[in-house]
């Protein structure tokens, strides 16, 4: 389109501007999905299996049901329609029938009156389990003696990418092994949502989630409805860093709400919020780097393994990644990856902010500062060195297209400036040693450490996955001016992205008035609030749609001035709410607008390829690259910790909003904190041990250092506004930047996060490994569960 | 059993279980969601709320603990026209993301710069350890409260 508009309508595109929803929400008056309530309603429970692997022999409810209070108890049989769901294969039960797969499966549900009363129901259902031997183990897994998680196998998936030679020599090589644990998004808001059955037999589900469509899609033949009888609504959403994409209490909902004709609401407590979502993959790294005596990488190998736990729920996109990124950000010529995730009868794992992409950078940033040591580089310069830009080939064959300023990245984060030393023997505030006040040390054995990563991760989805978006636009004439309102069912989890929509429509439309509406399954689905994407996806829809928009008012005038016989002079522009022509005053817009002008458009990524046997092909569509400098104290008496300063440079292609971009930089940053210092699902045989927030640790604002962040605009062509995804680019660098400060610090190897203060202090050895794990035998790089048709008929998100 | 408490400036009662805290009351029972539940162990200070002026845990107080006392909550802080200073300037400062944390913390920065209208860093960082925020990672958070704390000086009395 040739139409190009300059429009200086205030909050558009560039500004940081508050948030759309941020008046609610500081009031206390923005509806979370724990916030809901109808009149009669009704509270789900869930009851769950304590067992990691048991068969059911039977199921008692008979004491539960006579509870006064109590409205309905369901069981496996009872649901309706496909008892089983899940993102990739429907592998994973509505409420288990014959067997569990890990401790905390969901087997019965129950509806009462209030909450206390649906729990202290749901005791006294009797469940008869004949416990089974459990596979808890992900190398274990791996033997063909193990017990079987599925009646296929242990294995999720494998993948295997070859590029270049496997046997190319290398002057200098460096071997090592890496383990990173089960870390748990910790959103504050746990999974709630309501459900209101309808009076077509159909129900209206409130939730907070990522993507409507794909719960839907999942919901409705379990349900046995047609998807129209199933309607979904976004409530408040508080947090989601991927706990939110898999179903959790969705159906549940629905099924009790259906059965008892009254509104059910359920939300999971913190420790049930522990069993109800999935968790970030824990992994065992083996990796052999070889380089030149000059520091040029020749040759890599990765050999990677993730424990996916009972249920597949996203985790053949996460060993995708896991895999594809194994070598980082760096241009290698050869380089052999075999990456496998199994299941096992520990708690599912699926989708956390950068799945996969962390555990690769844990382990290939520790080997890019293990070989500066081996070669006396400085490990700046080593990273400087190799590090990909336009046209470098990665791994898989696919050539860098976008933008791929690492160089830039890379500087610009160490050019920031250090904090300052604090002189031996001064004075400080005792709140300012690791550990705080109350210590048994003044701070005699501080040691200051410095680390750096560099790390990345695709934009959207991948692997042939047909991405796409759709959003509506309607322009009108209200009673204050025109006025834009933009119906999407991209989620806002809180990241800003409805902040963001309504800056396009308002950069795009030149009108500043733009309401977002409630995001439900009336419009066409937006895809997922996941991998970085919504931006450039939901982003492109509404550009796109307010671009047709736009058109049709300039239908409207071209018309007006067929009609008086003046043809238009020139080029028409809309420009702070007036339409010119050639420079030239036509009107404004509310003279073309006696009716509305509603526009719908989809916005497609440009197509990717699922990988081939060799692992090579064009598998994601764009990338985001991120560096990391971090400053810490510890002292080496206690083991303990401080963060002094974390400066961050990113490639962000252009910031949309400016602060919202550092604000997710700053939170990524504090998220990898955790999963490098504190944050660990301690899972012993199978049962999660700390489903708390008081065992469970988070970062508090003690914890958390002054983050510098520096943004890298440098346009990425072909994506709306040049913008890249920013949320989760953090995530993967602060943690192999904390840790390769707190060996920097020590001096010891610190091969497995999170570090724990006996790590620091020597009382726990490095963690070993006998060798690699040995890579199974499957059809190819598929995901298992494909080859046994479980796939066939069922949802297929991401290849 | 029957609890009645002045809430937000009224009497109010409300029929609860002995075992009700006193977060479930003002959410369940009262219509007064803004105080969250996310931990229900006063780690996350999500339900901080002002019990007789001094700042609690909703999650860890009984309900029954409540009766015939004084409880002020987010709500009590902005009218339809007005926000108090700490919620206009977590909104300016970038502080609020998903907002679920956020009116806890807006409880207890009002609460903190209340009691210390000038606080140092440290103190702060000391003063708000007990609320969690999943999603800034603090920095905004921070520069929030040094605005808001400027412009409640600012401001005649």
């Known amino acids: 389109m040739s139409i190009r508009t300059i429009p200086k309508t205030r909050g558009g595109v560039g500004e940081s501007v508050r948030r759309v929803d941020g008046i609610p929400k500081v009031k206390g008056k923005f509806a979370f999905g724990s916030d809901l309530w109808a009149d009669e309603m009704l509270w789900g429970h869930t009851l769950r299996s304590p067992h990691p692997h048991a068969r059911i022999r039977s199921i008692d409810v008979s004491s539960a049901l006579t509870t006064p209070g109590v409205h309905a108890i369901l069981l496996g049989g009872d649901v309706p329609g496909r008892k089983t769901y899940g993102l990739e294969f429907a592998d994973q039960p509505v409420l288990a029938w014959d067997r569990v797969r890990y401790a905390g499966e969901p087997v019965a549900i129950l509806a009462a009156i209030d909450p206390e009363t649906a729990r202290r129901a749901a005791a006294k259902i009797v469940v008869d389990y004949e416990v089974l031997s459990a596979v808890t183990d992900m190398e274990q897994a791996l033997r063909l003696d193990a017990p079987q998680v599925h009646d296929f196998g242990n294995v999720l998936r494998h993948m295997h990418i070859v590029h270049g030679d496997p046997g190319a020599p290398a002057d200098v090589w460096v071997e090592g092994y890496y383990e990173t644990g089960m870390q748990d998004q910790a959103m504050l808001g746990p999974e709630s949502g309501m459900a209101i059955p309808a009076d077509d037999g159909g129900v209206d589900l409130y939730v907070a989630t990522q993507w409507l469509h794909v719960d839907r899609q999942q919901i409705a033949p379990c349900l046995n409805l047609s998807f129209d009888k199933v309607r979904l609504h976004l409530a408040g959403v508080g947090g989601a860093f991927g706990a939110r994409e898999d179903v959790s209490m969705h159906i549940h909902a629905c099924l009790l709400a259906l059965r008892t004709g009254r509104p059910v609401k359920m939300a999971y407590s913190r420790e049930e919020s522990f069993y109800g979502h999935v968790h970030r993959h824990p992994s065992r790294i083996w990796m052999r780097?070889?380089?030149?005596?000059?520091?040029?990488?020749?040759?890599?190998?990765?050999?990677?393994?993730?424990?996916?736990?009972?249920?597949?729920?996203?985790?053949?996109?996460?060993?995708?990644?896991?895999?594809?990124?194994?070598?980082?950000?760096?241009?290698?010529?050869?380089?052999?990856?075999?990456?496998?995730?199994?299941?096992?009868?520990?708690?599912?794992?699926?989708?956390?902010?950068?799945?996969?992409?962390?555990?690769?950078?844990?382990?290939?940033?520790?080997?890019?500062?293990?070989?500066?040591?081996?070669?006396?580089?400085?490990?700046?310069?080593?990273?400087?060195?190799?590090?990909?830009?336009?046209?470098?080939?990665?791994?898989?064959?696919?050539?860098?297209?976008?933008?791929?300023?690492?160089?830039?990245?890379?500087?610009?984060?160490?050019?920031?400036?250090?904090?300052?030393?604090?002189?031996?023997?001064?004075?400080?505030?005792?709140?300012?040693?690791?550990?705080?006040?109350?210590?048994?040390?003044?701070?005699?054995?501080?040691?200051?450490?410095?680390?750096?990563?560099?790390?990345?991760?695709?934009?959207?989805?991948?692997?042939?996955?047909?991405?796409?978006?759709?959003?509506?636009?309607?322009?009108?004439?209200?009673?204050?001016?025109?006025?834009?309102?933009?119906?999407?069912?991209?989620?806002?989890?809180?990241?800003?992205?409805?902040?963001?929509?309504?800056?396009?429509?308002?950069?795009?439309?030149?009108?500043?008035?733009?309401?977002?509406?409630?995001?439900?399954?009336?419009?066409?689905?937006?895809?997922?609030?996941?991998?970085?994407?919504?931006?450039?996806?939901?982003?492109?829809?509404?550009?796109?749609?307010?671009?047709?928009?736009?058109?049709?008012?300039?239908?409207?005038?071209?018309?007006?001035?067929?009609?008086?016989?003046?043809?238009?002079?020139?080029?028409?522009?809309?420009?702070?709410?007036?339409?010119?022509?050639?420079?030239?005053?036509?009107?404004?817009?509310?003279?073309?607008?006696?009716?509305?002008?509603?526009?719908?458009?989809?916005?497609?990524?440009?197509?990717?390829?699922?990988?081939?046997?060799?692992?090579?092909?064009?598998?994601?569509?764009?990338?985001?690259?991120?560096?990391?400098?971090?400053?810490?104290?510890?002292?080496?008496?206690?083991?303990?910790?401080?963060?002094?300063?974390?400066?961050?440079?990113?490639?962000?292609?252009?910031?949309?909003?400016?602060?919202?971009?550092?604000?997710?930089?700053?939170?990524?940053?504090?998220?990898?904190?955790?999963?490098?210092?504190?944050?660990?699902?301690?899972?012993?045989?199978?049962?999660?041990?700390?489903?708390?927030?008081?065992?469970?640790?988070?970062?508090?604002?003690?914890?958390?250092?002054?983050?510098?962040?520096?943004?890298?605009?440098?346009?990425?062509?072909?994506?709306?506004?040049?913008?890249?995804?920013?949320?989760?680019?953090?995530?993967?660098?602060?943690?192999?930047a904390i840790v390769a400060a707190l060996r920097n610090a020590t001096g010891r190897e610190l091969n497995r996060v999170p570090v724990r203060p006996d790590d620091l202090i020597g009382l726990n050895p490095p963690v070993r490994s006998g060798g690699p794990a040995p890579v199974p035998k499957v059809p190819g790089p598929e995901p298992v569960p494909h080859y046994v048709g479980l796939s066939e008929g069922q949802q297929e998100i991401i290849p | 059993m029957l609890i009645r408490a002045k809430v937000n400036g009224g009497w109010r009662t409300a029929d609860v279980w002995p075992g009700a805290s006193l977060l479930y009351m003002l959410r369940e029972h009262l219509g007064l969601p803004g105080s969250k539940n996310a931990c229900e162990q006063g780690e996350c200070g999500s339900c901080s709320v002002w019990l007789d002026g001094e700042l609690v845990c909703s999650c860890l107080v009984l309900a029954a603990q409540a009766h015939e006392r004084e409880v002020r909550t987010v709500e009590s802080l902005s009218s339809d026209e007005h926000l108090h200073p700490v919620q206009d300037a977590f909104l300016e400062a970038g502080a609020v993301q998903c907002g679920f944390c956020t009116p806890g913390l807006i409880v207890a920065v009002a609460d903190l710069l209340q009691r210390d209208p000038h606080p140092a860093e440290a103190t702060v960082r000391e003063a708000l350890s007990g609320n969690l925020c999943r999603c800034t990672g603090y920095v905004k958070i921070l520069e929030a409260v040094f605005l808001a704390a400027r412009r409640i000086r600012e401001t005649p009395a």
């Open chain 1, 289 to 736: 780097h070889g380089a030149t005596r000059d520091g040029t990488l020749v040759n890599v190998y990765v050999r990677i393994l993730l424990d996916g736990g009972a249920y597949a729920s996203s985790s053949s996109a996460v060993i995708n990644n896991a895999s594809t990124f194994g070598a980082g950000p760096y241009d290698v010529p050869n380089v052999v990856v075999e990456g496998t995730c199994v299941y096992t009868n520990n708690p599912p794992c699926g989708a956390m902010r950068s799945f996969g992409a962390v555990q690769a950078c844990f382990g290939y940033e520790a080997q890019m500062d293990k070989l500066a040591t081996a070669l006396s580089i400085d490990p700046i310069m080593l990273r400087l060195k190799n590090a990909v830009a336009p046209g470098s080939v990665l791994p898989t064959g696919q050539v860098i297209r976008g933008v791929a300023p690492v160089r830039e990245v890379i500087e610009r984060c160490a050019a920031l400036p250090m904090p300052d030393e604090v002189p031996a023997g001064a004075h400080r505030d005792p709140l300012s040693r690791p550990g705080g006040a109350g210590n048994v040390s003044r701070g005699e054995s501080l040691r200051r450490g410095v680390g750096f990563a560099v790390g990345y991760k695709n934009i959207a989805y991948s692997g042939g996955f047909d991405d796409s978006a759709e959003a509506r636009v309607k322009l009108s004439a209200g009673p204050g001016g025109p006025a834009v309102e933009v119906s999407s069912a991209a989620c806002e989890v809180g990241q800003g992205l409805h902040t963001v929509l309504a800056q396009i429509a308002r950069t795009e439309l030149g009108v500043e008035h733009v309401v977002i509406l409630p995001p439900d399954t009336q419009v066409g689905s937006a895809g997922s609030t996941s991998a970085s994407r919504q931006t450039m996806m939901s982003g492109g829809a509404v550009q796109l749609a307010c671009a047709a928009v736009r058109e049709g008012l300039f239908e409207r005038a071209r018309r007006r001035l067929a009609s008086s016989g003046r043809m238009p002079p020139g080029e028409l522009t809309l420009e702070e709410g007036q339409i010119a022509a050639g420079g030239v005053r036509i009107g404004a817009i509310e003279e073309f607008l006696n009716d509305p002008i509603e526009r719908t458009r989809t916005y497609h990524h440009h197509p990717t390829q699922p990988l081939d046997a060799q692992g090579q092909g064009d598998v994601h569509v764009s990338f985001g690259f991120a560096a990391e400098r971090a400053v810490v104290e510890v002292d080496e008496d206690l083991g303990l910790v401080r963060v002094v300063q974390i400066a961050a440079a990113q490639d962000v292609g252009r910031a949309l909003n400016p602060q919202g971009v550092h604000g997710q930089i700053e939170g990524g940053t504090a998220q990898g904190l955790g999963f490098a210092l504190m944050e660990e699902i301690q899972v012993k045989d199978g049962l999660i041990r700390n489903a708390s927030f008081t065992d469970y640790l988070i970062p508090t604002i003690l914890d958390m250092p002054p983050v510098v962040s520096e943004l890298i605009e440098e346009p990425e062509p072909d994506v709306p506004f040049g913008a890249k995804g920013v949320g989760e680019m953090s995530t993967i660098v602060s943690t192999p």
